[in-house]
């Protein structure tokens, strides 16, 4: 008799085997910002010091030294980087180094990248925020705010994390940023 593979180790392993051709995985949600201007929006969304307040998984962010951006509660610009740590700290401090790539309040385009990624977990990785003014909007006033979530898994551990990350960037966005972003 041979011994039986647990039903939930072959799930997974076979979830694994589907994903681990994925070259890039991508996660996105919207949400709207009654009362707040695409301006406002960037603004917050482009300050470092707030993802923590919006972000779960976020414990903290530190400027990068070296770099000329070192005021983690301004906005970045283009070139700007700055180090977000995650995960557990300090039992299992995890840290993306994040590159403003993009940034454009009058377009309403904000980018960030990081090639380096999660070391052995993902690479190529970029979090981008489409913010616009939405005129249809109650009171007539507001924003619409897109984010789509972008990255390479590298280890089944980043495909394994697609649940989690959707649930995280879904409280983020709809939750979260209207609480925080008034």
């Known amino acids: 008799m041979k011994p039986k593979l647990p039903q939930a180790l072959f799930k997974a392993l076979l979830l694994w085997m589907l994903l681990s051709h994925v070259n890039s995985i ?18 917050f969304l482009s300050t470092p010091s707030n993802w923590p307040k919006i972000v779960a998984s976020s414990f903290s962010v530190q ?3 070296g ?20 995960g557990l700290p300090p039992l299992l401090p995890l840290n993306v180094r ?14 960030f990248f990081s090639a380096d990624g999660l070391p052995n977990v993902a690479k190529d990785c970029r979090m981008i925020f489409a913010i ?3 005129e249809e909007m109650e009171p007539k006033e507001g924003c619409v705010v897109d984010f789509t979530m972008q990255y390479e898994p590298l280890s089944p551990i980043a495909s394994f994390a697609m649940p989690l990350l959707e649930i995280d960037n879904n409280v983020a966005i709809r939750v979260l940023l209207p609480m925080w972003c008034k």
């Open 26 to 43: 991508q996660l996105s949600t919207s949400t709207r910002l009654p009362g707040v201007s695409s301006s406002k929006a960037h603004t």
């Open 63 to 65: 400027p990068v030294r």
């Open 67 to 86: 770099n000329s951006y070192s005021q983690t509660d301004t906005s970045m610009v283009v070139g700007d980087v700055v180090d977000e740590i995650f």
């Open 98 to 111: 994040w590159t403003c790539e993009r940034s454009n309040s009058s377009a309403g385009e904000l980018a």
């Open 132 to 134: 616009r003014d939405e």
